[in-house]
C-alpha cells in the first residue's frame, strides 16, 4: 500500500505563486510515475500534469504550460507542483496521485494511489 500526502496549499494573490508539495510511502517511489489533478466545486477532476518514474518526461494541462513546473525528489520519495502566475480560476483542491505502471496520463482511473488534497484558493 502507497501513502500519498499533499501539502502547501493556501490563499494566494492573483498573479502570486504556490509551492505544493507530495510525498508518497514505498520503497518503489522511483518506479512510479506521478501526476497533480484539480477539482474546482461543481466541475470534474482535471489533470493538471504529470512527470515520469524517471522525470524526464512531464506533461502539462493547456490551461497550465508555461505557468506551472513539476519535479520530483526520489531522494526524498517526493514531487513537487510548482504554481507561478496564479489565476482566480486555477482555484481548486489539487490532488497527487502515483500510477505504478507507465507513463502520466491524463485519466484519472488509472491512477492507483490518491492523496487526500490540499484547498489553493486564488483570489482577485
Known amino acids: 500500500q502507497v501513502q500519498v500526502v499533499e501539502s502547501g496549499g493556501g490563499l494566494v494573490q492573483a498573479g502570486g505563486s504556490l509551492r505544493l508539495s507530495c510525498a508518497a510511502s514505498?520503497?518503489?517511489?522511483?518506479?512510479?510515475?506521478m501526476g497533480w489533478f484539480r477539482q474546482a466545486p461543481g466541475k470534474e477532476r482535471e489533470f493538471v500534469g504529470g512527470?515520469?518514474?524517471?522525470?524526464?518526461?512531464?506533461n502539462y494541462a493547456n490551461s497550465v504550460k508555461g505557468r506551472f513546473t513539476i519535479s520530483r525528489d526520489d531522494a526524498k520519495n517526493s514531487v513537487y507542483l510548482q504554481m507561478n502566475s496564479l489565476k482566480p480560476e486555477d482555484t481548486a483542491v489539487y490532488y497527487c496521485?502515483?500510477?505504478?505502471?507507465?507513463?502520466?496520463?491524463?485519466?484519472?482511473?488509472?491512477?492507483?494511489?490518491w492523496g487526500q488534497g490540499t484547498q489553493v484558493t486564488v483570489s482577485s
Open positions: 512527470i515520469s518514474w524517471t522525470g524526464g518526461s512531464t
Open positions: 496521485a502515483a500510477k505504478t505502471r507507465g507513463y502520466p496520463v491524463s485519466d484519472p482511473r488509472l491512477y492507483d494511489y
Open positions: 514505498g520503497r518503489t517511489f522511483d518506479s512510479y510515475s
